[in-house]
């Protein structure tokens, strides 16, 4: 059983407005997620955090909010960029070094111009 | 700048053959990873290292063995490989175990196993 969910496979969303990437999660022990974005023949890269402790974490248009009680986050872009067209992995471990990342299935966002 | 390769983009392989993936960091990363992507399942953990020699299992390691006899290079083994294990294999590097630390990928080799 998948511990990291993400339920929507693709997302279409027009330039300019604002995507919202969801993603649950049944462990109530993992401490800290990740959102990786991948481009098509490349690695995924790390692209944005949030501990626990932290309820939002912004960078420049990309915003993570959590709700623990929920076991909810989301992955806010405002606005979109056609550039932002990529498959988005939510992640999340727990708080130790010993503690591996789970991955989400992952959700292929596509940005219309 | 960081980077982390891996020795071939494509490959294609009979059932029963002894495949060899390669990956070679640049880092000085003390931990290295094996992982595969499928469909709907997302990438899954193989194995990984966190220094010469060591290994640990992840969560699918049957019918995979690993090698890491530098610290640059993380190479993963298929004994005998099944079609089951067509798949995308991606290798990444840390500096630190810990999942505050974010992990630097290779671009993935695109394993068809007939």
């Known amino acids: 059983d998948q511990q990291v969910k993400q339920n929507s496979p693709s997302l279409s969303v027009q330039e300019g407005r604002i995507s919202i990437l969801n993603c649950d999660y049944t462990n109530s022990m993992f401490d800290y997620f990740l959102w990786y974005k991948k481009y098509p023949a490349e690695g995924p890269t790390f692209l944005i955090s949030i501990s626990s402790i932290k309820d939002k974490n912004e960078d420049g248009r990309f915003t993570v909010f959590l709700n623990k009680s929920a076991k909810h986050l989301s992955l806010h872009i405002v606005p979109s960029q056609p550039g932002d067209s990529a498959v988005y992995f939510c992640a999340a471990s727990g708080k130790t070094s010993y503690d591996k990342v789970i991955f989400g299935p992952g959700t292929s966002l596509s940005v219309i111009p | 700048d960081v980077k982390v390769t891996q020795s071939s983009r494509y490959l294609v392989k009979r059932t029963g053959e002894k495949v060899f993936l390669e990956c070679v960091q640049d880092?000085?990363?003390?931990?290295m990873f094996w992982y595969r992507q499928d469909p709907g399942l997302g990438l899954r953990l193989i194995y990984f290292?966190?220094?010469?020699?060591?290994?640990e299992k992840g969560d699918i390691p049957e019918g995979y063995s690993v090698s890491r006899e530098k610290k640059e290079r993380f190479s993963l083994i298929l004994e005998s490989a099944s079609t089951n294990q067509t798949s995308m294999y991606l290798c990444?590097?840390?500096?630190?175990?810990?999942?505050?630390?974010?992990?630097?990928f290779g671009p993935g080799t695109r394993l068809t196993v007939t």
């Open positions: 290292s966190y220094d010469v020699k060591m290994k």
């Open positions: 880092m000085d990363h003390e931990n």
């Open positions: 990444a590097s840390s500096p630190h175990l810990g999942p505050s630390y974010e992990q630097y």
